[in-house]
């Protein structure tokens, strides 16, 4: 397959995933918060495709993408949502707590910001036993008015560390929009600037932007380790939390997002590949009704697995 | 949770988010000087309804939102409260708090003392204990046991609409830092609720039910759940006395004390963790303060030692209940206990406070 | 501070200070998996003497200094731990550490729970009270109350040089986040010292003195009370057993309940404050577990209920001292109390660990 | 007297209490910690000269001349640090604990970085309250790295808050170089600056200059409500905490000191006023031995005053 008819599956493939999230949600089985990443799926798609299976990516709240992205099992992945035994997590943690180490996927916490020094953490092992893995951490542009976001820049360019910050700026901290929350005048670049780390902007709803701007980024880490800041612009479509749309409850407008819906980040994709002669309407639909199986038989299994015993309760507790 | 059983007489009734909103809004008005603040105060939720139409009322300047920045939004309430404000700032969850707690302890806490006096930090910061629903180990922890191990801060814990309404009057009135817990659970539940002058001071708990073989002592859900208790050991006929204790620090000693000396039996409840909690603070006084009274050994109900866990299938065997307490309160007193109490009702669903109840946060 | 009394036989004899860095040293010679990082860690004063010479032998890439950012580095630790290493995080004061609990508590503690046994966190992280020469509110605080409360962590406070090396090489040992609470007055003690195999292991308390009036389970500098306490009891013929805690999570029930059921008498001495510390819930333990075998009501010795004040004229009466457990103890056998027990004798400032110490830090 | 003679009375002032301090130290009646800050005084009083009366001052563990610069009561600070009942904390706080709100100076904790969002609380409820008093808050460089310095930043610069950052670079944390701790292009006016806030670098030891851009940055402040930051380069002649010097402990190099005492800042202003026939030795010596007396009654006030009694231990406590 071409290597961008390649990025298109897994473009897409997030998106069916977490469609069907929603759409099976009001069945009541996913009985834990999720924070879908439709709209957003091409930063993460565009920045893990740039990335080695060694390389290893933790992220937030809203982590399926990420977590999709970079390899992580579907079906461990929805078994934990269901909140079974065989779950990536053993059921102990749910959609906000997501692992998959075979494939670099290190972990994701729903404390806003936390996950950003644990990554740095991680890439400051690598240093110090001479390991030349890169260490992506996603986040979203509310977490960046945490302290702990400057306190991790400083520490990772202090020493030279393989990080590569990732901040999705969908110009909403849950309901909040960037006026209650950052003066117009504040550059998160700038910000990663006066710590000396490298720092791009790019339209993160293109996929093929968030590719170049992350290659580039990835050959300046490999040439000499130090940490790089991406900013990507982008816009979640469904609601903060849950399965379902909100545009109506008065936070932001119907216009915004329709014109945000406009910038698909599938769609613009599909069209680029269709207009390139790579992607044609058989080879899409053979795509979705593969991923579609993939996805059922996930399903499926993860509302049939069995839960944890009881007495799983105090497995793991030190 | 059920609602609070005793509705009746000719006052309002409102669901505890309802009655932490007028609470809110009666303080605003008597007192130019408060302010709300938090993640989300003036959006479309309203923090679970708490705030709603507060910034209409009151404007922008006095209840607004801030940066994800719980640490510094601390401090700046500090400052405020240091400079003629009385600030309210919210937390939708205890765990995210715990970014904040250098200043709440450090700061808060000791400015009136170390100050010489100089200075007062009248402040209000609520915090909501999550659970249910999937929320796991960092959306659901109840850490009031840590505020109230400090010196210089109080804690409150408001169980019924009508004093999560007094409570948060008598916390905003008051001159020092005040924690104010509340449980994502108890936002829905209805009860009696009157505007007028708050009946019970800080600091002082509430004998909810009077009995004569057992004193139960409790905080939050757990004061529902040993309500619970107390009707289904009644009807085996045991009297249980039920304590709701409403706040941690400082904590009405002389109320817990007395009702042990007369019943001589005691059973602490606590939403929390056992080791250094408040359930164990509870049993700690009683076997100090009425170690002759005692006629059997205490005990503590609290959360088992690990992490909440995600899983319905675990939430549901992690959270302690009515049965818990029967079962403490009937072996205390040496009688059997029937194997089949834990088991749950066809139908009830243990990670929902309410049949309605569809998360998702 | 005495230092400990039994320095006899053939084994060195070393500070607390000298006996944690050789504890690093060695847990670093052993695993080269091990690093230490903190502020100042590699500076001329060396934590303390804690740290000195250890860059020197292990190299900047295992011994280093960090920037003022409490939150990330302990986060940073968090993924080294994750990622094959061992960090030992230092903290010169308890106080500055309320920066962090958010991943101590939310993160480390629960990282091995919440992804199902997917990853651990072995990390210690050492935390100093500070006390005495004006140190004041916020250097001073003993919180380790708190980190007990919080399923997913370990606590221990060593007391004496050879614990303190053992009690360090078993925390960084173990696979899970240890909080590792030193005393500042404790690193001058000087005592025996072995280098073979820890002892006790982790989580078991010591029996200093064997007795049988009356159980004295004490943690950090209130064992040194203690010990100086049954030494005035014996010589007024009663005879006290004295436990040295050594871990505040897990606790060792048994060894204490064992105890109390000997002596019928129970006094829990902490360094911390006393609403949900580590003294109530001893004295909760007890009363739970050995109601019957109670002979008296148990007494609980704890900071009294305020910060910490700066000056020497009230910090001397702000900590309790070998005097206040003697009271305790005498009062529960019914016995009188010398009116002038609390007098200091001529010469002894209160507010310095030892004669020769001049601050200022 | 001109106002520069009466600056050059403050700076002296200031360093002639700091050398009573330490040299009375080792009578061991000052029983707390005590941060010196002998060659930092230019940037205390160069900014404290151009706040008014009612502008309001914070600091941290440091706070000595700021305390003095802003108009603190020298014999209260005195009694405080002796742990004397009448101390301006009443013995509960001693030398990291000063206050003084009637000059405008509205406290000092030892926690790094931790008055930083205190200040911006107080110049937050200025504005609501619809007072212009500008807040100054004093820190060092090594502040800068918690992160509750860029959360305080960002919150003062969305709120248009008169909050004037001033930031001493002396070098050093406690023992620890720059080196250490920051990346050698991490930029603190840049991060000032990321966040829309305006600011400035200047020679902190050359009083004329500090005042100079203080001026400028409350002269932009008074026109629109705004925070400024000032970053002040300087250096701490004494030991970290306590009345020693430290130059031999092997963390920094007897000439490194050496080269900063020859920009002494009393000095450099005394030579300048000298010059310009404002200062001559007579006045100085008549400054000097004024001062002198003073310190020295306020010494033996302190030694001489009463301790707290013991009850005192539970007032103020809630
Ligand atoms: C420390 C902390 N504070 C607050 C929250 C509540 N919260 C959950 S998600 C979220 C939004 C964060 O916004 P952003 O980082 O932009 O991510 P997005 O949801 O837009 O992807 C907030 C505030 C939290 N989880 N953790
Ligand atoms: C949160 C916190 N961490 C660590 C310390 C220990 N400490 C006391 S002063 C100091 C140095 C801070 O350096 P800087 O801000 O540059 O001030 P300076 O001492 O140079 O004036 C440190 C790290 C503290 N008091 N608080
Ligand atoms: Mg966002
Ligand atoms: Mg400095």
Same mark, same amino acid.
């Given at each position: 397959?071409?290597?961008?008819?390649?990025?298109?599956?897994?473009?897409?493939?997030?998106?069916?995933?977490?469609?069907?999230?929603?759409?099976?949600?009001?069945?009541?089985?996913?009985?834990?918060?999720?924070?879908?990443?439709?709209?957003?799926?091409?930063?993460?798609?565009?920045?893990?495709?740039?990335?080695?299976?060694?390389?290893?990516?933790?992220?937030?709240?809203?982590?399926?993408?990420?977590?999709?992205?970079?390899?992580?099992?579907?079906?461990?992945?929805?078994?934990?949502?269901?909140?079974?035994?065989?779950?990536?997590?053993?059921?102990?943690?749910?959609?906000?707590?997501?692992?998959?180490?075979?494939?670099?996927?290190?972990?994701?916490?729903?404390?806003?910001?936390?996950?950003?020094?644990?990554?740095?953490?991680?890439?400051?092992?690598?240093?110090?036993?001479?390991?030349?893995?890169?260490?992506?951490?996603?986040?979203?542009?509310?977490?960046?008015?945490?302290?702990?976001?400057?306190?991790?820049?400083?520490?990772?360019?202090?020493?030279?560390?393989?990080?590569?910050?990732?901040?999705?700026?969908?110009?909403?901290?849950?309901?909040?929009?960037?006026?209650?929350?950052?003066?117009?005048?504040?550059?998160?670049?700038?910000?990663?600037?006066?710590?000396?780390?490298?720092?791009?902007?790019?339209?993160?709803?293109?996929?093929?932007?968030?590719?170049?701007?992350?290659?580039?980024?990835?050959?300046?880490?490999?040439?000499?380790?130090?940490?790089?800041?991406?900013?990507?612009?982008?816009?979640?479509?469904?609601?903060?939390?849950?399965?379902?749309?909100?545009?109506?409850?008065?936070?932001?407008?119907?216009?915004?997002?329709?014109?945000?819906?406009?910038?698909?980040?599938?769609?613009?994709?599909?069209?680029?590949?269709?207009?390139?002669?790579?992607?044609?309407?058989?080879?899409?639909?053979?795509?979705?009704?593969?991923?579609?199986?993939?996805?059922?038989?996930?399903?499926?299994?993860?509302?049939?697995?069995?839960?944890?015993?009881?007495?799983?309760?105090?497995?793991?507790?030190? | 949770? #059920?609602?609070?059983?005793?509705?009746?007489?000719?006052?309002?009734?409102?669901?505890?988010?309802?009655?932490?909103?007028?609470?809110?809004?009666?303080?605003?008005?008597?007192?130019?000087?408060?302010?709300?603040?938090?993640?989300?105060?003036?959006?479309?939720?309203?923090?679970?309804?708490?705030?709603?139409?507060?910034?209409?009322?009151?404007?922008?300047?006095?209840?607004?939102?801030?940066?994800?920045?719980?640490?510094?939004?601390?401090?700046?309430?500090?400052?405020?409260?240091?400079?003629?404000?009385?600030?309210?700032? #919210?937390?939708?969850?205890?765990?995210?708090?715990?970014?904040?707690?250098?200043?709440?302890?450090?700061?808060?806490?000791?400015?009136?003392?170390?100050?010489?006096?100089?200075?007062?930090?009248?402040?209000?910061?609520?915090?909501?204990?999550?659970?249910?629903?999937?929320?796991?180990?960092?959306?659901?922890?109840?850490?009031?046991?840590?505020?109230?191990?400090?010196?210089?801060?109080?804690?409150?814990?408001?169980?019924?609409?009508?004093?999560?309404?007094?409570?948060?009057?008598?916390?905003?009135?008051?001159?020092?830092?005040?924690?104010?817990?509340?449980?994502?659970?108890?936002?829905?539940?209805?009860?009696?609720?009157?505007?007028?002058?708050?009946?019970?001071?800080?600091?002082?708990?509430?004998?909810?039910?009077?009995?004569?073989?057992?004193?139960?002592?409790?905080?939050?859900?757990?004061?529902?759940?040993?309500?619970?208790?107390?009707?289904?050991?009644?009807?085996?006929?045991?009297?249980?006395?039920?304590?709701?204790?409403?706040?941690?620090?400082?904590?009405?000693?002389?109320?817990?004390?007395?009702?042990?000396?007369?019943?001589?039996?005691?059973?602490?409840?606590?939403?929390?963790?056992?080791?250094?909690?408040?359930?164990?603070?509870?049993?700690?006084?009683?076997?100090?303060?009425?170690? #002759?009274?005692?006629?059997?050994?205490?005990?503590?109900?609290?959360?088992?030692?690990?992490? #909440?866990?995600?899983?319905?299938?675990?939430?549901?065997?992690?959270?302690?209940?009515?049965?818990?307490?029967?079962?403490?309160?009937?072996?205390?007193?040496?009688?059997?206990?029937?194997?089949?109490?834990?088991?749950?009702?066809?139908?009830?669903?243990?990670?929902?406070?309410?049949?309605?109840?569809?998360?998702?946060?």
């Amino acid at each position: 397959m071409d290597p961008r008819v390649n990025i298109f599956r897994t473009l897409l493939r997030i998106r069916l995933v977490e469609e069907a999230v929603a759409e099976h949600y009001t069945r009541w089985k996913m009985r834990c918060p999720v924070h879908l990443s439709i709209g957003q799926e091409a930063a993460a798609v565009g920045v893990c495709s740039m990335l080695r299976r060694e390389d290893r990516v933790m992220s937030g709240h809203r982590s399926h993408a990420h977590y999709l992205a970079k390899g992580g099992d579907l079906r461990r992945m929805l078994l934990e949502i269901h909140g079974k035994s065989s779950g990536c997590s053993g059921g102990r943690g749910g959609s906000m707590h997501l692992v998959d180490l075979d494939a670099g996927f290190h972990g994701a916490v729903p404390i806003v910001g936390s996950t950003i020094p644990i990554a740095v953490g991680l890439a400051f092992a690598d240093k110090l036993a001479g390991r030349d893995n890169v260490t992506a951490v996603f986040f979203g542009e509310g977490a960046t008015e945490e302290g702990v976001f400057c306190e991790s820049l400083n520490f990772a360019a202090l020493h030279g560390l393989r990080v590569l910050f990732v901040c999705e700026n969908n110009l909403y901290s849950v309901y909040s929009p960037m006026e209650v929350r950052q003066p117009v005048e504040r550059s998160i670049t700038g910000l990663a600037s006066a710590h000396g780390v490298g720092a791009s902007q790019a339209d993160g709803n293109d996929v093929d932007i968030v590719r170049g701007v992350a290659e580039k980024a990835l050959r300046g880490v490999a040439v000499s380790p130090a940490p790089k800041l991406l900013l990507l612009d982008t816009y979640r479509w469904r609601e903060h939390c849950g399965h379902g749309f909100d545009n109506h409850i008065g936070y932001r407008t119907e216009e915004e997002y329709l014109a945000w819906r406009e910038r698909d980040p599938v769609r613009m994709l599909r069209e680029r590949l269709v207009a390139e002669g790579l992607l044609t309407k058989g080879v899409e639909d053979a795509l979705s009704s593969e991923i579609g199986c993939e996805i059922a038989e996930a399903f499926e299994e993860a509302e049939g697995a069995s839960f944890p015993r009881a007495e799983a309760l105090f497995e793991n507790v030190t | 949770m #059920t609602d609070e059983t005793a509705v009746v007489g000719g006052g309002r009734v409102l669901t505890g988010a309802e009655a932490i909103r007028e609470g809110t809004a009666e303080a605003m008005r008597c007192d130019p000087r408060v302010v709300i603040m938090g993640l989300g105060v003036p959006d479309p939720k309203g923090i679970f309804g708490t705030t709603l139409g507060l910034q209409e009322e009151f404007g922008a300047r006095r209840v607004f939102d801030i940066p994800c920045s719980e640490n510094a939004v601390t401090g700046i309430a500090v400052g405020m409260a240091l400079n003629g404000f009385r600030p309210i700032l #919210t937390h939708q969850r205890v765990d995210f708090a715990l970014l904040s707690v250098e200043q709440i302890v450090n700061q808060a806490a000791k400015w009136h003392y170390m100050f010489g006096g100089k200075m007062r930090v009248p402040m209000v910061i609520r915090m909501i204990v999550g659970r249910g629903w999937g929320q796991g180990p960092q959306h659901s922890q109840a850490l009031h046991a840590w505020f109230a191990h400090v010196p210089g801060l109080k804690v409150v814990l408001p169980v019924f609409p009508q004093d999560s309404r007094d409570l948060l009057l008598l916390s905003v009135q008051d001159d020092d830092p005040v924690i104010f817990i509340e449980h994502r659970w108890l936002h829905g539940v209805r009860g009696r609720f009157d505007a007028g002058e708050p009946g019970l001071p800080l600091g002082r708990a509430a004998v909810l039910r009077e009995g004569k073989d057992v004193t139960i002592a409790a905080f939050s859900t757990m004061v529902l759940e040993a309500l619970e208790a107390a009707k289904r050991l009644d009807a085996d006929g045991i009297s249980a006395e039920v304590i709701d204790m409403r706040c941690a620090r400082p904590l009405d000693t002389e109320t817990l004390l007395a009702s042990v000396r007369k019943t001589g039996c005691f059973v602490a409840a606590d939403i929390g963790a056992g080791c250094c909690g408040l359930a164990s603070e509870l049993v700690s006084l009683v076997a100090r303060g009425a170690h #002759t009274a005692l006629r059997a050994a205490p005990d503590a109900i609290t959360l088992p030692e690990s992490p #909440t866990p995600t899983s319905p299938a675990l939430s549901a065997v992690f959270y302690p209940r009515a049965p818990h307490v029967v079962t403490s309160v009937r072996r205390m007193l040496g009688l059997s206990v029937d194997p089949d109490i834990f088991s749950v009702p066809e139908g009830v669903e243990l990670d929902k406070p309410d049949p309605a109840f569809t998360g998702p946060f």
